[in-house]
């Protein structure tokens, strides 16, 4: 059996995004990312030779050292196209019992078939909670659309995806505690 990946390349890190998913969470900014989307935003981490190769080991201790946060998002560039050091990431997260949510510019359905060739795909799916999925579509960018950037993007309950063998989309949460107990 091929020895797990300890380095992944990485455009950068925020220790504190309210941004990439609900919550305080730890943003992950893996580098490289061959969608290229028109308006994309975030030009510089499209190169897969740019930024720089941290060791998952002071990436978790990067994490692990801001103890207010309790989920991380990985985003890019283009996680799935580093798919076996983000997995090995993802394991490590949530042996450590941190959600985790995924961005990826290819729909839910690509990166399944593709797992069939790359088992880290599928690994990666498994692991992370969330996938927000899609290209960025310029022409369906709204500011008012809560964690994507277009309106193609879906957010998906990838547990629920599996269960029930259809896209389940993700939902808030925190709203049940809003609704009165009894109607
Ligand atoms: S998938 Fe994201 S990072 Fe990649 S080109 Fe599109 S907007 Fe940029």
Sequence with gaps: MMNPPTEIRLFGTAS???????????????????HHCPGCHNLKSQDPSGGQIR??????????????????????????????????????????GY???AYS?????????KAKEEPAIGQLL??????????FIEA???????????ANQRVIDLAA????????LWT?????FNRPLKW
């Excluded at 498994?126 to 290209?135: K, Q």
């Design 140 to 150: 369906q960018k709204s500011l008012g659309l809560e964690w994507k950037g277009s």
């Design 16 to 34: 504190d995004s309210i941004v990439d998913g609900p919550g305080l969470r730890f943003a992950v900014f893996v580098q490289g990312c061959s």
């Design 105 to 113: 510019g290819y729909l839910y359905e690509d990166l399944c078939e």
């Design 55 to 96: 060791t998952l080991d002071s990436l978790m201790e990067e994490i692990k050292a801001n103890g207010l946060v309790h989920d991380v998002t990985l985003s890019g560039g283009e996680p799935f196209e580093q798919a076996a050091a983000c997995a090995e990431l993802a394991r490590r997260l949530k042996d450590e």
């Design 126 to 135: 498994e692991l992370a909670d969330v996938l927000v999925d899609g290209p």
């Design 99 to 101: 959600g985790l949510w």
């Design 161 to 168: 995806t599996r269960q029930a063998g259809h896209i389940v």
């Design 172 to 176: 808030h949460q925190e709203e049940d």
